[in-house]
């Protein structure tokens, strides 16, 4: 049985930083690409950032030299560090992988709120 269990998430204050983390178990994990996705307060949910199991990686333009993505094959996790964040990234951010399918996480809050 897949699981993606996301963690990290939380309230920080504008240009503030959280790190997410997405654990990932009953795959083998270094074949999948894994990502993140957010849904805004009201809005549909939107790609955040990709990390292909060869490393390529892809983000939307409001993540571009803000958020980062990384994954640790050795520990069936994957990453993302967000700097510099804003009120606008408040959202609750979906861990998403793609084994054969995709799978997705059952997300986690971030609060960006002074």
């Known amino acids: 049985q897949v699981q993606l269990v996301e963690s990290g998430g939380g309230l920080v204050q504008p240009g503030g930083s959280l790190r997410l983390s997405c654990a990932a178990s009953g795959i083998i994990f270094r074949l999948g690409a894994m990502g993140w996705f957010r849904q805004c307060p009201g809005k549909e949910r939107e790609l955040v950032a990709t990390l292909s199991n060869g490393g390529s990686t892809n983000y939307a333009d409001f993540a571009k030299g803000r958020f980062t993505i990384s994954r640790d094959n050795a520990k069936n996790t994957v990453y993302l560090q967000m700097n510099s964040l804003k009120p606008e990234d408040t959202a609750v951010y979906y861990c998403?992988?793609?084994?054969?399918?995709?799978?997705w996480g059952q997300g986690t809050q971030v609060n960006v709120s002074s």
């Open positions: 998403w992988g793609f084994f054969s399918r995709d799978f």
